[in-house]
């Protein structure tokens, strides 16, 4: 969910030397109409003193303020000249640490795109990150060696593909061991049902790779791991592991210095950004409390909302898709609360800050009917994961709207939690982790909490 600044995108490009120790990878990737940035330079975190009580005015001078917190102190992303710029706005502030800039490496050429084949599934970036046709190579294989586990699920396109110009399919895997009637689109379905999103957000890389562990997890274990054989049993298992294809496209372009687009690739409202960079912030999107706290009507800035309330391809998809695997429990109200007898849990990856989040996250103070069934779980994956766990004005110090947790939990009234996944500093932080951090430090937290989320579905206000 954290934003870069307006004038920051360009020039911070792979702001992973900030947030990183690269290792450098391999690869090839698609399209090129997205223009080449600029030379990276050393970007800063700075602290931003009190600033909690003021968070929509540091939010409305496009500050990439940073989800982490310090008591009532908040981070900001920048370069040089953005202390200067948020000082003269009112504000208080120290530099927190310096980060060199990362090695300058060219975008890739455009490939031939053609029909994904097996051998996509190798196909990396900075280090051994997959890219989207891995991806979707890795989702067929899924589903060709293991058929009685598995079913795909194409639910709509990207922008791009829906406009001509390239683009991907935006695709699902239900993973259950099948029965009849298993993984159709239907809300009253005999399983309850668990939900798994990543990369809403395109330069949150860490994500993706969760989620195509996540799969392996379930499919290589089934049999053999008696919890996974349970709830393989009980429970269907949905996974959407690219959720804004275009934008991880533009993101893997940059190679081994990874291009920090967050938003979609939708330039109809805006083509022309400078330093900043095209699309709509699809996690600001959603149907729910639209145009609320924590966006912008700026086409160029990172938090977007876009023109209207569902208005992009990839919204409108993912919406439709929850909507039919998930029934409505709850009524209209931000108090009123959704049935104890609802089925279904929600999670959707981003990073970074180390926190679990469920709603209200669009007005501070503002709490859902189920807050204490709700809070009490996000307290278990805390504590499992070593997280920080909250609203987002509670856990980061300000309010977004417009969000997907907030919309499954609004619409339909299943529990929607976001994810944050990485520290704000050390090896292992940021956008852009080295690989083996996925390893040594990600999967052994997020492999736990997922599996207790899954196990929850059945009656998580129970």
Request: glycine share 10%.
């Amino acid at each position: 969910m954290s934003r870069v600044p307006i004038l920051g995108i360009a020039v911070a490009l792979a702001v992973s030397g900030a947030l990183l120790a690269q290792n450098p990878g391999t690869v090839p990737v698609a399209q090129t109409d997205t223009p080449v940035a600029h030379q990276p330079q050393e970007q800063y975190v700075y602290r931003v003193k009190q600033a909690v009580k003021n968070s929509e005015r540091l939010l409305d001078l496009g500050s990439d303020v940073l989800e982490e917190r310090d008591g009532d102190d908040l981070f900001v992303l920048g370069d040089k000249t953005e202390g200067e710029r948020i000082r003269a706005a009112g504000f208080t502030t120290t530099i927190e640490s310096v980060m060199p800039a990362p090695k300058w490496a060219p975008p890739k050429a455009q490939r031939d795109a053609g029909p994904i084949t097996r051998a996509d599934i190798d196909e990396t970036y900075y280090g051994g990150y997959r890219t989207v046709r891995a991806h979707h190579a890795h989702l067929d294989k899924v589903a060709a060696d293991f058929p009685a586990l598995s079913s795909l699920v194409t639910y709509g396109q990207s922008w791009r593909k829906s406009t001509g110009k390239g683009g991907y399919d935006l695709r699902a895997i239900c993973l259950t061991k099948k029965n009849a009637g298993d993984c159709e689109q239907k809300p009253n379905s005999a399983k309850p049902r668990f939900f798994l999103m990543a990369q809403i957000h395109a330069r949150e890389i860490t994500t993706g790779d969760m989620a195509w562990r996540w799969i392996d997890h379930l499919t290589a274990n089934y049999g053999k791991d008696a919890e996974v054989t349970r709830l393989m049993d009980s429970t269907e298992m949905w996974v959407v592991p690219i959720t804004n294809p275009d934008g991880v496209e533009i993101v893997q372009q940059g190679g081994n210095s990874p291009k920090l687009h967050r938003k979609n690739a939708n330039d109809s409202n805006g083509a022309s950004c400078g330093f900043g960079q095209i699309g709509i912030d699809l996690n600001r999107n959603s149907n729910t409390h639209y145009g609320q706290s924590g966006t912008s009507t700026d086409p160029c800035s990172e938090i977007y909302r876009g023109p209207s309330a569902s208005s992009e391809v990839e919204t409108k998809a993912l919406e439709g898709l929850l909507g039919k695997i998930f029934p409505d429990t709850r009524g209209d109200g931000d108090t009123t609360p959704a049935s104890v007898d609802t089925k279904g849990m929600m999670i959707t990856l981003h990073s970074y800050t180390n926190g679990i989040i469920f709603p209200w996250s669009h007005k501070s103070g503002a709490v859902t009917g189920n807050d204490a069934k709700i809070r009490a779980m996000a307290k278990d994956m805390a504590g499992i994961t070593g997280y920080t766990y909250g609203t987002a004005p509670e856990v980061v110090g300000y309010a977004a709207s417009g969000g997907t947790d907030d919309w499954v939990y609004d619409k339909l009234g299943v529990p929607g939690y976001t994810f944050e996944i990485g520290a704000r500093f050390g090896s292992c932080s940021g956008f852009l982790p080295q690989y083996s951090c996925q390893d040594s430090t990600h999967w052994p937290k997020i492999k736990p909490a997922l599996m207790y989320a899954a196990g929850k579905a059945a009656a998580p206000y129970k």
